[in-house]
């Protein structure tokens, strides 16, 4: 059951405390400890206790965050979720998310949007992989704790099936994901100088590297020395391509 103590759910702005209150529930009964909460509706207002039925005790350790960077402070992999079919983004089932976690070596963040607009855009880019109910319905629509108890159901059912198979787990000490974001922000800003992205290949390019940054899983002083590799580039003259 390791996967479910090292994995954090987040809710970005929730509007309604008792969707707050029901996401506690849904956590409690699928293992779920770590609720975090970044703006919106404050995780002890009354109303959130109405629907956590004997989940308070995950409202009450509940931390709230100003913003979303706070949120995914120290998670190595976040992974969010949309309705929403965004072109350029890497998207997976709640199964393939949770086997993706599963695989992970350290912290993880799970990322729910507000009730009216989910996730933006910019918020999914920030996310290593991007989760995604199926439906046959074109317009299908979750309540917030529904589409939760859906992926979280996911995460118990895989964490039953057994730890992180990398044998590397438990000493690696993987680059946290506000380490992870400066390093690819300092890459983004040199290839955006050096004429590496094009308008009507942007989207795809941003997004292609940061599935290659998920993927290699860099530890700290991976991360240390391609800042390092970055810097040195940019220090270098010449037309770019």
Same mark, same amino acid.
């Given at each position: 059951?390791?996967?479910?103590?090292?994995?954090?759910?987040?809710?970005?702005?929730?509007?309604?405390?008792?969707?707050?209150?029901?996401?506690?529930?849904?956590?409690?009964?699928?293992?779920?400890?770590?609720?975090?909460?970044?703006?919106?509706?404050?995780?002890?207002?009354?109303?959130?206790?109405?629907?956590?039925?004997?989940?308070?005790?995950?409202?009450?350790?509940?931390?709230?965050?100003?913003?979303?960077?706070?949120?995914?402070?120290?998670?190595?992999?976040?992974? $969010?979720?949309?309705?929403? @079919?965004?072109?350029?983004? #890497?998207? =997976?089932? *709640?199964? &393939?998310?949770? !086997?993706?976690?599963?695989?992970?070596?350290?912290?993880?963040?799970?990322?729910?949007?507000?009730?009216?607009?989910?996730?933006?855009?910019?918020?999914?880019?920030?996310?290593?992989?991007?989760?995604?109910?199926?439906?046959?319905?074109?317009?299908?629509?979750?309540?917030?704790?529904?589409?939760?108890?859906?992926?979280?159901?996911?995460?118990?059912?895989?964490?039953?099936? $057994?730890?992180?198979?990398? @044998?590397?787990?438990?000493? #690696?000490? =993987?680059? *946290?994901? &506000?380490?992870? !974001?400066?390093?690819?922000?300092?890459?983004?800003?040199?290839?955006?100088?050096?004429?590496?992205?094009?308008?009507?290949?942007?989207?795809?390019?941003?997004?292609?590297?940061?599935?290659?940054?998920?993927?290699?899983?860099?530890?700290?002083?991976?991360?240390?020395?391609?800042?390092?590799?970055?810097?040195?580039?940019?220090?270098?003259?010449?037309?770019?391509?």
């Amino acid at each position: 059951m390791e996967l479910l103590a090292r994995t954090r759910v987040v809710l970005h702005h929730p509007f309604f405390p008792e969707n707050v209150g029901s996401v506690a529930r849904v956590m409690r009964n699928c293992g779920l400890t770590e609720l975090h909460v970044a703006e919106g509706v404050e995780p002890t207002h009354e109303g959130a206790f109405k629907l956590a039925v004997a989940s308070g005790h995950i409202l009450e350790t509940a931390r709230y965050h100003a913003g979303l960077e706070a949120a995914l402070a120290g998670a190595t992999l976040v992974l $969010g979720t949309t309705s929403h @079919p965004f072109p350029h983004l #890497r998207v =997976l089932t *709640p199964r &393939e998310g949770a !086997e993706l976690a599963r695989s992970h070596v350290g912290p993880v963040a799970l990322v729910f949007g507000n009730e009216k607009n989910g996730l933006a855009i910019g918020e999914l880019r920030r996310c290593d992989a991007v989760i995604r109910i199926p439906s046959p319905v074109k317009d299908a629509s979750l309540n917030l704790a529904q589409a939760a108890m859906v992926v979280c159901y996911e995460w118990m059912l895989a964490a039953e099936a $057994g730890g992180p198979p990398d @044998p590397l787990a438990g000493w #690696r000490d =993987l680059a *946290p994901a &506000e380490e992870l !974001e400066a390093f690819i922000l300092h890459l983004e800003s040199l290839l955006q100088e050096r004429g590496f992205y094009k308008p009507h290949n942007e989207d795809q390019r941003r997004s292609v590297l940061r599935r290659i940054a998920a993927r290699l899983q860099l530890d700290r002083e991976e991360v240390s020395v391609l800042r390092g590799l970055v810097s040195k580039l940019g220090q270098a003259r010449g037309p770019g391509p």
